[in-house]
């Protein structure tokens, strides 16, 4: 079996579908590995690095002639029409309203994989890419905030006199907001936080922040049986959002990462709410690729909005490329693992397998996931 591992494509992507571990564990496993040259070099990862570990060293010529492709974006129209039909291409496929992409997808004939899809179940955490790259995210949204942060994040008592703590909001509580509360207590701020799903008041208490949210009897339900946020009503949101307002006007910084699977992210705050914050508050949107939680917020720039800027940076994850690269390889070597035979080490694919039905999106000419009109399995 042999695998390509090719240097993305997507401008900004610095993230790469392979590390030397993963190298190690698939060679092992008796797969050729091509890794295309300077794949890794955005990442710290050299050829050298590669071939060490067991892999060759190619060029984008080699996509032709492999039966896995390990990307990290979802493969141009130019790198579709390069595999060979019955490729399989595993990617973080970004499928929600691509309708187009996803039909090129399939008219390439190729298996195409969504890891975005992976069942959060205990069997595929370690295939669970929301978590390792959000985890990464959260991470550097409080990072990037205190770069652009012209205060201290603790509070600092000195013969000159004393420097307040920053007074961070944390909006969302998924994956990457716990690792942002986290990261914020770290270096010293304050910090509050808000969800809609009641499970996370516990979580954000435990990390030693303080939760804020209109506790009601619709509050109490809001948690879907996968464990995702519902959509809340709009007697409920006007409530939240009064609450929230307050809030933020005395904050100094707020980091919102809200998503509901499949839909635009929720708008939670206002051109009004930013407006009333002090001058030089900071307001990091993570959800800004899926339209936005700060009304104002453009992907991948700092918006000058009245007293505050709203930082609009994409692929955060990307940001902390080296270790983001290392975890999301081990996401993908983990589910290549799955479906390969065990004596032999062909390709064996289980289509009735859980974890193929949930991220299969074309197959044989066809979109085959039922969430994209795909018929249902
Ligand atoms: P996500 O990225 O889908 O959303 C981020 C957060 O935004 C969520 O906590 C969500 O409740 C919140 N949110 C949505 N609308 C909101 C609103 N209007 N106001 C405030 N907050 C809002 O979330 P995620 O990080 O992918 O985590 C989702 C769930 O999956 C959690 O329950 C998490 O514990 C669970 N999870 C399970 C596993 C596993 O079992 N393997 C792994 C990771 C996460």
């Not at 948690?223 to 959002?241: D, F, I, L, N």
């Not at 930013?274 to 453009?298: F, I, T």
């Not at 994409?314 to 290392?326: D, H, K, P, Q």
């Amino acid at each position: 079996m042999k695998i390509f591992v090719p240097k993305e494509s997507a401008e900004g992507e610095s993230r790469v579908a392979a590390s030397p571990d993963t190298i190690k564990k698939l060679t092992g496993r008796g797969a050729e590995i091509i890794v295309e040259t300077g794949a890794g070099a955005k990442s710290r990862i050299t050829d050298a690095a590669f071939e060490e570990a067991g892999a060759k060293i190619g060029d984008r010529s080699d996509a032709g002639s492999a039966d896995v492709v390990l990307k990290v974006r979802r493969p141009t129209g130019d790198e579709l029409s390069a595999y060979k039909s019955g490729a399989v291409v595993i990617a973080i496929m970004d499928p929600y309203g691509q309708d187009e992409a996803l039909n090129a997808m399939a008219e390439a004939g190729i298996l195409a994989f969504a890891m975005e899809l992976m069942p959060r179940i205990t069997r595929a955490q370690v295939m669970d890419v929301l978590s390792s790259q959000a985890n990464l995210a959260g991470y550097r949204a409080v990072v990037d905030a205190s770069h652009e942060f012209d205060r201290a994040f603790p509070m600092m008592m000195t013969a000159a006199g004393t420097v307040p703590a920053a007074r961070v909001f944390v909006m969302g509580v998924g994956v990457a907001g716990l690792q942002a509360i986290a990261t914020a207590k770290r270096l010293g701020a304050v910090v509050t936080a808000t969800d809609v799903r009641p499970a996370t008041k516990e979580q954000v208490e435990s990390l030693g922040a303080k939760f804020v949210a209109v506790e009601d009897e619709e509050f109490k339900a809001a948690e879907t049986s996968g464990g995702y946020a519902k959509e809340m009503s709009k007697e409920y949101q006007q409530k939240q959002a009064e609450l929230v307002a307050k809030h933020i006007a005395k904050q100094d910084i707020v980091i919102t990462t809200a998503l509901i699977p499949g839909r635009p992210a929720p708008k939670l705050v206002s051109k009004d709410m930013v407006a009333s914050m002090r001058p030089g508050s900071l307001l990091v949107d993570l959800a800004v690729e899926r339209g936005g939680n700060v009304e104002g917020s453009r992907a991948g720039e700092i918006v000058e909005a009245g007293p505050a800027r709203i930082i609009g940076y994409t692929n955060v994850s990307g940001r902390v490329s080296a270790s983001a690269s290392l975890l999301y390889a081990k996401n993908l070597s983990a589910f290549v693992e799955t479906m390969l035979d065990k004596e032999t080490g062909a390709l064996a694919i289980d289509f009735d397998d859980e974890l193929v039905k949930a991220t299969l999106l074309t197959r044989e000419g066809k979109v085959v996931h039922q969430n994209f009109g795909g018929a249902k399995a």
